[in-house]
């Protein structure tokens, strides 16, 4: 018999695909007013470096703008300059965002990969309309807060792995698995779209469907690339 498939022993959540949280330097959230950048720090569980606020009654974590730096102050009652948190009603048309909140509250969930972007295109009397990397039009709150720039960190990946042993120690940090075999170069034991009939079958498969066949697209409406329009 066939080992278990990946999907089905991920889904068990054993320490092989746990990620590594106790490395991470920690939550990263608004819920402040002003303070000092004392810090540029590194995290192993995001690819953006943050910054380390200080505040009258603590510290917390934001995603660095590209250009902040040692020394700068954040403020979210300030003007709209780099590095600035403010909510979307008060930052100009037309300018680059990053770390955008859902809701207001939900802390920073939106453009936080380095060097993304997002483009305030309107301000209408209930909502804000933003352009998102995708360049995908979407409707937000004007109280959810986003920092006005760039997240730093831009060009990362431009740069070539070269050695194998780079690119093992980057998957370990955030305990993933590597290198991965693909279903299809697999045998018929081991994965369900493994053989030489395969591909061949549909790669639709029930939500009712057993672990060892809940592979693939899982209950799609419609699958193949979209036509243009």
């Avoid at 200080?54 to 020394?71: C, H, Q, S, Y």
Wanted: charged fraction near 30%; aromatic fraction near 6%; include cysteine.
């Amino acid at each position: 018999m066939g080992k278990r498939i990946i999907q089905r022993a991920r889904g068990k959540g054993g320490p092989r695909y746990r990620a590594p949280s106790h490395r991470y330097v920690g939550k990263v959230k608004y819920g402040f007013k002003k303070g000092e950048v004392v810090d540029i720090v590194h995290d192993p569980g995001r690819d953006a470096p943050l910054a380390k606020v200080k505040t009258d009654e603590k510290e917390v974590f934001i995603i660095a703008a590209e250009g902040l730096k040692v020394g700068d102050t954040v403020d979210l009652e300030g003007e709209a300059k780099i590095g600035n948190v403010l909510p979307l009603s008060k930052i100009p048309k037309g300018s680059s965002i990053f770390a955008i909140e859902n809701y207001p509250g939900s802390g920073p969930k939106l453009c936080c990969s380095p060097g993304t972007r997002a483009l305030i295109v309107s301000h209408e009397a209930k909502k804000v309309i933003v352009q998102m990397p995708s360049k995908e039009f979407k409707s937000l709150n004007p109280k959810c807060l986003a920092t006005i720039g760039i997240p730093a960190g831009g060009g990362r990946r431009d740069k070539p792995f070269v050695k194998a042993g780079q690119k093992f120690y980057l998957m370990k940090a955030r305990n993933r698995l590597w290198p991965r075999t693909s279903g299809v170069k697999m045998n018929p034991v081991d994965h369900p779209f493994g053989g030489r009939t395969k591909p061949g079958i549909p790669m639709t498969v029930s939500r009712h469907a057993p672990p060892g066949a809940k592979v693939g697209s899982i209950a799609a409406r419609r699958t193949g690339r979209r036509k243009k329009k």
